[in-house]
């Protein structure tokens, strides 16, 4: 789980509303929408997040397991 407030490494792909990004030497996928970049849209190198903790996910769903 990353909390709120954590800075990310955007890793550029995007599938299904998600981001894959880079969070304390881990990467999955995270909820594009509780990004923060100043875009809808995460772009840039890196985004933090936003509106409470975020679950770091093995894949782009939310049934995905959680990366911990």
Do not use: C, Q
């Amino acid at each position: 789980v990353m909390p709120d407030g954590a800075t990310v490494t955007l890793l550029g792909l995007s599938s299904n509303g998600f981001s894959k990004v880079r969070y304390s030497g881990a990467e999955g996928w995270a909820y594009s929408i509780y990004l923060g970049t100043g875009d809808e849209v995460p772009t840039g190198d890196t985004a933090t997040v936003i509106d409470g903790a975020l679950n770091l996910r093995a894949s782009a769903s939310t049934s995905a397991a959680v990366v911990t």
